[in-house]
C-alpha cells in the first residue's frame, strides 16, 4: 500500500500534478526506507519512480528539504489515519491505551518501511544551519501526543501515578524497537509481541 499525498487540494494543481506529485511522494519513500537518508538524491528517486527528468520533481519541490518536508507530513498523516481508524475509543482510558498499542503495531506490521522512512527523515534531515528540521514535529508525533492522553488518564483516575513523559517516552522505544527488529526479522510472532506488551504497559499504567 502506498502513500497518498493529500495535501494538495488548495494548491490549485491539476489531477495530473496531484497525481505526479503523490508518486514522487511514494517514490521517496521507498528509497529513503532502502537506502537511508544520506544516499536519497533527486536522481535515485526518478529511478525509482520510472521518471525521465530529476526536473518533474524541481517542478513541485524547490530542494530535497521541500521534498522531504512533504513526504514526512504525508507519512504522518497515513499514519495517524491508520490508528484513528483501528482505535477502540468507546471503553475508557485503559482500553484506550491497549487499542492503541495495538493499532501502533498493527501499523508496524503493515508499514514497516514507511515507519522506517519516517525515522530516517527525522533523524537526518537538517537545515542550512545544521539544525534537525522535523524535530518539534516528530516529538509530539513520538511522545507528545500520547504523554497528553497518560496524563489526562490519571486526573480520570484511570491510571497510577508515573511521569506521562517518561512512560510515553518507554512506550514509545518499545514500539520503536518492535520497528526495527522487523526491519530483521518479518517472521516475528507479531501477535505474541503485541499481546506482550499491551499488557506490560496496561499492568504499569493501571490505578491500583
Do not use: W
Not at 487540494?9 to 544520506?38: C, K
Not at 511522545?143 to 510515553?168: K, Y
Amino acid at each position: 500500500m502506498q502513500v497518498t499525498d493529500d495535501f494538495t487540494a488548495g494548491m490549485g494543481l491539476s489531477p495530473a500534478e496531484a497525481t505526479r506529485r503523490s508518486q514522487i511522494i511514494a517514490a521517496t519513500v521507498e528509497v529513503v526506507a532502502e537506502l537511508g537518508y544520506g544516499r536519497t538524491s533527486f536522481a535515485r528517486i526518478i529511478d525509482r519512480a520510472g521518471l525521465s527528468s530529476t526536473r518533474m520533481i524541481s517542478y513541485h519541490f524547490a530542494d530535497k528539504n521541500e521534498l522531504m518536508t512533504a513526504t514526512l507530513m504525508t507519512l504522518i498523516d497515513h499514519h495517524d489515519r491508520f490508528v484513528e481508524e483501528h482505535t477502540s475509543t468507546s471503553e475508557g482510558r485503559t482500553a484506550l491505551l491497549r487499542s492503541f498499542l495495538e493499532a501502533e503495531i498493527a501499523y508496524l506490521a503493515a508499514h514497516p518501511r514507511h515507519v522506517h522512512a519516517v525515522t530516517e527523515i527525522a533523524t537526518n534531515a537538517r537545515d542550512s544551519e545544521g539544525s534537525p528540521l522535523f524535530e518539534i514535529v516528530v516529538r509530539d508525533l513520538r511522545v507528545g501526543r500520547l504523554a497528553r492522553q497518560l496524563t489526562q488518564g490519571q486526573r480520570e483516575g484511570h491510571f497510577t501515578e508515573f511521569d506521562p513523559e517518561i512512560m510515553a517516552r518507554t512506550i514509545r522505544s518499545a514500539l520503536e524497537g518492535l520497528a526495527q527488529q522487523l526491519l530483521t526479522d518479518p517472521g516475528l510472532d507479531l501477535r505474541h509481541y503485541a499481546d506482550e506488551l499491551t499488557a506490560l504497559f496496561a499492568r504499569a499504567t493501571e490505578a491500583g
